[in-house]
């Protein structure tokens, strides 16, 4: 299906538009074309580099109905491949791992490299003109942003730096050594929404004074709070609140400057620095039409979790709690008749309260599926 269901009401200006008709939210060709269009074009997330330092260890990324594996190499090099079999289409790998030298084929043994290159073809000595220098594994385009890895499987895509402007070096700001943590807490939420419902939920802060209590009063200052809107990404910050944080602290970081900032990379990856010097990724992975799983990854200076940490995570999963609910009410009112399209709330100040960040989302949407 090339033709999009009718905007309706939304419009290029923040300041009077609707928002995207509920049809966008639930429809299975609409779907399938952001999976081709958004998904398959753009940089996704795959994991931390801390989760491939040693030679042969691996990450499996499935995205839609294709999957990724991200390998080591001996000379160091990170590498990524379609993650499948050139002999007869079996997945390579699963998960997250480490191999020994070689990516074997659990279907017939096939042997490739790090690199790619086939090793090995078990009892294809006699076969006419078996091509075996020609045989490697398809390449995945792979970069390194922040200490994280990437991919995209667009191979005339632009490299993932392009137009990000100041975002590594005000992540870095707030935590200079990302490069240098390891993931100590990891957790999955699966959610009965879409994708988009679940990025637009992160992209304001209108709902949190009303939802999001603790946060709003224990950890940001609302009236500081402010989205920006970039080219490729949008920023959050705002000013601690001194040494209400919503969360215990270590003794020898009372007093200390607080501050919040968290940065989405269209479409749907998410870093996040707590006061305190807190991060974490918030990933946002379509699994169909009305189903989304969140990934939240927590890294610290070590796997091992403080008392202190350990508050920080549960702080924050309460948040993330408070959201469920929220997203998949949502999902189920845009399915009513007695709702098209409701009108978006923005100011020029770009407030705490403001949908600009929302709006900027859908409209690089209608654009990607143009």
Known sequence: MNHLPDPGRFTDDPLSS????????F????????????????W????????????GSYFVRDIGDQSVVVVRGKDGKIRAFHN????RAHRLLEGSGSVSSAIVCPYHRWTYELTGELRQA??????????????????????????FVFINIDPDAEPLITDLGEFESEVLELS???????MADERAIYLAANWKNSVENYSECYHCPNQHPSLAQGSLDMESYQITVHKKYHSHASRGVGDATGYKKAEDREGEEREFGSWLLWPNWVVEVYPGGYLNVFYHLPT???????????????SQLTEEQRGVIDFINVVRDED?????????GLHSLGYSQGRLVTNKARSYFSEHAVHDFQKRVLESLA
């Not at 490697?136 to 390194?144: D, G």
């Not at 469920?324 to 189920?332: D, F, S």
């Open 122 to 147: 078990l009892h294809s000595e006699e076969v006419k003109d078996f091509p075996k220098s020609e045989i490697c594994l398809s390449a995945v385009r792979a970069e390194l942003f922040c200490g």
């Open 176 to 182: 200079p050594s990302v490069s240098e943590l390891k």
């Open 27 to 42: 429809d299975t060709e609409i779907y399938n074309q952001e999976q081709e269009k958004i998904f398959y074009r753009t």
């Open 84 to 87: 499948v079999c050139q002999h």
């Open 44 to 55: 996704q997330y795959v994991c931390h580099v801390s989760r491939l330092r040693s030679v």
């Open 324 to 332: 469920i609910p929220l997203c998949e009410t949502v999902q189920k």
């Open 18 to 25: 609707y928002t995207l008709p509920g049809q966008y939210y």
């Open 288 to 302: 169909g039409p009305e189903d989304t799983v969140q990934i939240c990854e927590w890294y610290f200076p070590t």
